[in-house]
């Protein structure tokens, strides 16, 4: 009874101050509007933002088959412009870039992304321009990628051994679930050097924080639409995130912890051992500390994990659904693997465009390619319980990197000789 009470005071206030607001920057608001591009119209204070609902990418989609592909929605108090054109995308992510070269500073950035001192959140700006630097120059240029190839290989041939398993018994996997921790392993190793986790207890809570830090940033927060109520954490967002940002740290101190105490390890340095030479080198343009490093990680760390297994479980869906694609890529695989065709036509952007267009692209392929290779080329696949492959379910979910919404449950058969 208390606590409803309080709800209803809290809200009623917050619907208060909001409108005074409103109120005021309407006002000041008033002479812009009128070169704004069309959009629908809007309420008072939450804008359109009632009109998205779960998937909101979907919303968008039929908003703008109605408004057009240069669309305006006021999303709370933040004017919003929604690009859905390849022309318009180019105008947008070439032409006038350097004008949206800034991401949002919202509560996910502020509490589990160190206020923006890594490179995903980092104002546009001479701080970001030197942390990408170091980042594409040390951490993911092609040389250090190739430097990680063994590492690769050798926790490839761990999973394919486990789907083999899988074939001599005939049982489902659940391949969403296997290409994660793949994915996730990869990424840990050559971060920081190990497979964090050791027993399966510890590695699910690994993986459980990170998908609570994903799903956190990705979730609707009505503090970054109507930051005038940040401060009552109406939904308590930030008080999850702070506790998911608080684990994360403890890691990563033990993490860098750990490196300090080892020392130089040669030709072998993961991530970690690059930015902490790197932090204390004196010849550098521009000097990093421990806090930026934690935020680097965090950064490569999210930025390779669900990406790349996302990628890899869609890839491998299609081709489920279309088996006679699938037996087309097994036929070429075994002929010659050709040179891909890589559009950058601003049609499709899953790794985005421009300035901050994604500086992983290069591994993010690398490892999609080599492992939805190896799915294909060492095992014929079914559905379980006969399913026709018609009848795959394809509905996404909702997220940073809009994964399947079920995962995808297979039966591999083992197709090679040897
Ligand atoms: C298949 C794999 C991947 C996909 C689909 C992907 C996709 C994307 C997309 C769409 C963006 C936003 C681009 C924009 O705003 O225009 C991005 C940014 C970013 N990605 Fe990736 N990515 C992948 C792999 C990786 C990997 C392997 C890393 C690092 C280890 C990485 C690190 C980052 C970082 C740090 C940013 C922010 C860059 C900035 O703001 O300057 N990504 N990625």
Same mark, same amino acid.
């Given at each position: 009874m208390y606590s409803s009470f309080s709800w209803t005071w809290t809200s009623l206030v917050f619907v208060l101050l909001s409108y005074v607001f409103y109120a005021l920057t309407k006002k000041r608001n008033n002479k812009y509007s009128e070169s704004? %591009?069309?959009? %629908?119209?809007g309420i008072p204070i939450l804008g359109n933002l009632l009109m998205l609902g779960e998937l909101p990418h979907r919303d968008l989609h039929h908003l703008s088959k109605q408004y057009g592909s240069i669309m305006y929605l006021r999303l709370g108090f933040i004017p919003t412009i929604v690009v859905s054109s390849p022309q318009a995308a180019e105008l947008f992510l070439k032409t006038y870039d350097l004008n949206f070269a800034s991401r949002p500073f919202n509560e996910a950035a502020k509490y589990i992304s160190y206020e923006r001192k890594g490179l995903s959140f980092a104002e546009y700006g001479s701080y970001w321009r030197n942390v990408r630097k170091l980042c594409t120059l040390e951490l993911l240029s092609n040389l250090k990628i190739e430097s990680f190839k063994t590492m690769r290989r050798e926790e490839l041939g761990l999973f394919i051994e486990s789907l083999k398993e899988a074939s001599r018994d005939h049982v489902e996997v659940d391949l969403s679930?296997? !290409?994660?921790?793949l994915s996730t392993d990869m990424s840990c190793l050559m971060v920081f050097g190990k497979k964090r986790i050791h027993n399966e207890h510890e590695q699910k809570s690994f993986h459980a924080v990170v998908q609570?830090?994903? *799903?956190l940033a990705a979730l609707f927060n009505i503090a970054d639409y109507i %930051?005038?109520?940040?401060?009552?954490?109406? *939904?308590?967002?930030?008080?999850?995130? +702070?506790?998911?940002?608080?684990?994360?740290?403890?890691?990563? =101190?033990q993490i860098i912890d750990e490196h300090v105490d080892a020392g130089d390890k040669g030709q072998h340095r993961d991530f970690v051992d690059v930015m902490l030479s790197f932090m204390e080198? +004196?010849?550098n343009e521009f000097q990093i500390e421990r806090s930026n490093i934690k935020a680097i990680i965090l950064d490569m760390l999210v930025g390779s994990m669900d990406t790349s297994s996302t990628a890899?479980?869609? !890839?491998?869906?299609?081709?489920?659904?279309? %088996?006679?694609?699938?037996? +087309?890529? *097994? *036929?070429?695989?075994?002929r010659v693997v050709g040179q891909d065709r890589l559009g950058r036509d601003f049609q499709f952007l899953p790794f985005g465009q421009g300035r901050r267009g994604c500086p992983g692209m290069q591994l993010g392929l690398t490892v999609v390619r080599l492992v939805v290779a190896q799915l294909v080329h060492c095992f014929d696949w079914e559905l379980p319980n006969g399913m026709p492959?018609? =009848?795959l379910n394809m509905d996404e979910e909702f997220g940073l990197t809009m994964p399947r919404a079920k995962h995808l449950s297979v039966i591999p058969t083992f197709r090679l000789r040897i």
């Open positions: 704004l %591009p069309p959009g %629908p119209k679930a296997k !290409v994660l921790t609570e830090g994903l *799903q %930051p005038y109520v940040g401060a009552l954490d109406l *939904q308590g967002l930030a008080k999850r995130m +702070k506790v998911v940002s608080k684990v994360f740290d403890d890691m990563f =101190e080198s +004196k010849d890899i479980e869609w !890839v491998f869906s299609e081709l489920l659904k279309h %088996p006679n694609v699938m037996k +087309k890529v *097994q *036929q070429e695989i075994e492959c018609t =009848e």
